[in-house]
């Protein structure tokens, strides 16, 4: 399936779902019920009591995927928005935000190399991170790039440069703040 198709399907650009996604989970009027159960989704076949929540707000934000694969994917996102409490700022890029929230270069580079299975396995533990260090980010990258795993490989792997560029800039930009002395 192509960008394009995944664009198509969902009518809106990934960026704009991620953010009424984030808006919603963010929201102090947002249930807790429907919050904690979206915090315990999971996605190797989500429980019937959280479907509920899951779906409700897929419909609210305008996601509409057809097949189990992509309700899978998208449960992983909202999952992890969810365990980050809507955590999201469009600004903020991903690379920079997993650069301050002490992301090594290690977990970055197992997350830059992750299949879709993987990937939805990382996407709780990142979000678990960002929440700890107190710190947002842009989940658009991310979200993109678990729709576009064995999708649209081309457009995954631009992703995955993007926010490993931006990670080494914020990494750069600090050490070039605080020089290390010689030794």
């Known amino acids: 399936m192509s960008a394009e198709h995944v664009q198509a399907e969902q009518g809106a650009s990934i960026g704009s779902l991620v953010d009424r996604l984030a808006r919603r989970l963010a929201d102090r009027t947002f249930p807790t019920g429907e919050h904690a159960a979206l915090?315990?989704?999971s996605t190797d076949g989500p429980d019937l009591r959280h479907t509920v929540a899951l779906y409700r707000l897929m419909e609210l934000a305008g996601i509409?995927?057809?097949d189990p694969d992509g309700?899978?994917?998208w449960a992983a996102i909202i999952n992890a928005l969810a365990l980050c409490r809507g955590a999201h700022h469009p600004d903020r890029r991903a690379g920079a935000a997993l650069y301050a929230a002490n992301f090594s270069e290690a977990r970055l580079a197992?997350?830059?190399a992750a299949d879709r299975d993987t990937l939805i396995d990382l996407l709780p533990r990142v979000a678990r991170r960002l929440?700890?260090?107190g710190?947002?980010?842009?989940?658009?990258?991310l979200a993109t790039l678990l729709l576009m795993i064995g999708r649209d490989d081309a457009r995954a792997d631009?992703?995955?440069s993007r926010i490993a560029r931006d990670y080494v800039r914020a990494e750069s930009r600090l050490s070039s703040r605080n020089?290390?002395?010689a030794v």
Do not use: C, K, S
């Open 64 to 66: 509409r995927a057809f």
């Open 179 to 181: 020089p290390q002395p």
């Open 71 to 73: 309700v899978r994917r």
């Open 158 to 160: 631009e992703i995955r």
């Open 39 to 41: 915090r315990r989704l």
């Open 131 to 133: 929440d700890a260090a």
């Open 135 to 141: 710190e947002t980010m842009d989940w658009g990258p």
């Open 110 to 112: 197992a997350l830059l």
